[in-house]
């Protein structure tokens, strides 16, 4: 007699598929496969539950390289070409620029154009589990005492919590800053569990091969140098089927007028501006 699968199971089955005939443009449709730890309007704090998966490589999550630019109230963050993928950035470019000028000025102006890193990684919302396998994405602490920082205390004092059958579920304290900012108070280790007992889950779980590429948008050079020499979202022209410099007849700056197309399309762009690996991650639309 043939298994029948759980409604669960299909639905997450189904996203994968949708995703891998989607020319890995899975991202625009399903905001549901990414994990962030905000608070909603009049909460001041929460907790929630996630279980890491384990990396192909033996690291539990993947380095990425970001800028960010202020519009506005807004902070759009986009992937670093160079340090990413080996190829000249127009964000690299300009901090190379100012910075080889030597004088005090020019090298605070660099910092504008500065990449940064930030970590993604892999995780099973236990709040959520029929929506699969989710990214969590968080900037590093360069005070090293950021969420990154804590999950890997939690390793080297007991062990691979990301291991399938013995792992551990984290629980995440989330409040708010002296700003009314959500921040990561602490991260706390329950105890040893498997990570599921739906052997069909584990599977699928398991088997996602996506990475940080496939989930958060990559823009190309001109994109991104129309950012850097305006300092503004490019918008698009439906009459050259492509990105353009903004214009006064455009309307007002940052998210307006295409911030539909942003949030169906650029899964680069965060809004909430975080600097350091306590505060809460940012959406990617």
């Not at 009049?42 to 384990?54: D, F, N, Q």
Request: charge should be negative.
């Amino acid at each position: 007699m043939e298994k029948k699968e759980s409604d669960a199971v299909k639905r997450i089955r189904e996203q994968l598929e949708s995703y891998n005939k989607s020319d890995k443009s899975y991202a625009k449709h399903d905001p549901s496969i990414y994990f962030n730890t905000l608070l909603k309007d009049g909460e001041e704090s929460a907790t929630k539950t996630v279980r890491i998966l384990p990396g192909e490589d033996g690291n539990f999550f993947q380095t990425v390289y970001l800028h960010k630019m202020q519009m506005g109230k807004q902070w759009p963050k986009f992937h670093c070409l160079k340090h990413n993928f080996d190829t000249n950035c127009p964000f690299c470019e300009a901090n190379q620029e100012y910075y080889s000028k030597g004088d005090k000025e020019n090298k605070e102006l660099a910092k504008k154009y500065n990449s940064f890193p930030a970590y993604v990684l892999k995780v099973i919302d236990r709040d959520n589990e029929d929506d699969g396998v989710k990214f969590w994405r968080f900037s590093h602490d360069f005070t090293n005492k950021g969420i990154l920082n804590k999950i890997q205390a939690i390793m080297e004092s007991k062990g691979d919590i990301t291991d399938p059958k013995e792992g551990r579920d984290l629980t995440i304290n989330i409040v708010r800053d002296q700003n009314h900012n959500p921040i990561i108070n602490s991260i706390i280790q329950d105890d040893k569990s498997p990570l599921t007992d739906d052997k069909d889950k584990a599977i699928l779980w398991l088997g996602d091969k996506r990475t940080f590429v496939d989930v958060y948008k990559t823009r190309d050079y001109e994109y991104l140098e129309i950012i850097v020499k305006t300092g503004l979202l490019p918008v698009w022209d439906k009459e050259k089927e492509g990105y353009r410099a903004r214009t006064e007849n455009d309307g007002p700056v940052g998210f307006n007028n295409n911030q539909a197309k942003a949030k169906e399309e650029d899964s680069s762009s965060s809004t909430n501006g975080e600097v350091d690996g306590n505060k809460a991650d940012d959406l990617p639309f």
